[in-house]
């Protein structure tokens, strides 16, 4: 699924690199845990979460991800958006929680990953 | 064998929004080096993982990082608490966190089983009132 499918599905509004719309995303992750996230092994991933601080991006990071779902119309700090900036992670904001963004991205077709 | 490429870094007990800044800079390295993105996502969530220990648990400490021909190996030691019953705290779900650490995103009691499952060899060393020292080896040569 390409990040701009995400961005429609979700009726999110991006905060940056726009540019990056294009990427492909092949699994998703949903948590407000980030040791949750990093248990996962996931390529070209999305993160869904509600926690909002600079962790969260370098959880991203650290996981190569290539966007984070902002859920509940939480908004990222421009320290975030600035750290995402550097590693070309789009992130965006939607209204809607994590709970349907998650039921959304599943039903058409993006699927979770496997612990390693 | 000779020396590898060696690395130390300071980590700020104070600042939890700095906290995993030695990480992103090794993870920088290791690509520049040329590592292949498995290594080099394995090395740097294993030391992300400790060094938010660090700096969540122990008030901040200190990583080494020596890169040789064959293994990256990470040093992260503290003066910290101390881990009183280390068994237990690999056990995954286990953790002392804070509600204030856990609103801001850790405490699910994974770091530890996390730094295990992603590096070849991991010794815990720490006594109580002194401190911690964490050595993980990832192994370059799959
Ligand atoms: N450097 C350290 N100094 C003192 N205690 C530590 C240190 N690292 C871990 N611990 C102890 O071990 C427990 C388990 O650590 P672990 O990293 O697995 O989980 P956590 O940090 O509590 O939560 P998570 O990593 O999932 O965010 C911690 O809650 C803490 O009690
Ligand atoms: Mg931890």
């Known amino acids: 699924m390409k990040i701009v499918t995400i961005k429609e599905l979700l009726s999110a509004t991006v905060l940056c690199n726009e540019d990056c719309l294009g990427k492909h995303v092949y699994s998703a992750s949903c948590s407000d845990m980030m040791s949750d996230v990093l248990a996962y092994q996931k390529e070209q991933a999305v993160l869904v979460t509600h926690l909002v601080n600079a962790q969260v991006v370098r959880t991203a990071e650290m996981m190569d991800m290539v966007c984070v779902v902002f859920a509940n119309g939480k908004k990222p700090t421009p320290e975030m958006i600035e750290l995402a900036n550097d590693n070309e992670m789009v992130l965006m904001s939607t209204d809607l929680s994590a709970y349907e963004s998650c039921g959304i991205l599943f039903g058409n077709g993006l699927k979770g990953g496997h612990k390693e | ?142």
């Open chain 2, 1 to 142: 064998m000779s020396d590898g490429v060696k690395f130390h870094y300071d980590v700020d007990g104070e600042d939890f929004t700095s906290a995993g800044r030695a990480s992103v800079m090794v993870k920088k390295t290791l690509r520049e080096l040329g590592l292949s993105p498995e290594i080099i996502r394995k090395v740097s969530v294993a030391m992300y993982e400790g060094e938010i220990n660090m700096v969540i648990h122990a008030g901040g400490g200190c990583a080494d990082v020596e890169i040789t021909e064959n293994k990256v190996i990470i040093v992260l030691s503290d003066h910290g608490p101390g881990i009183a019953d280390v068994s237990l705290a690999m056990q995954e779900g286990y953790s002392t966190a804070s509600d204030q650490v856990r609103s801001l995103g850790f405490g699910a009691g994974m770091g530890l089983p996390n730094m295990k499952r992603y590096t070849d060899d991991m010794v815990i060393e720490s006594e109580v009132g002194k401190g911690t020292t964490i050595t993980m080896t990832v192994n370059i040569n799959a």
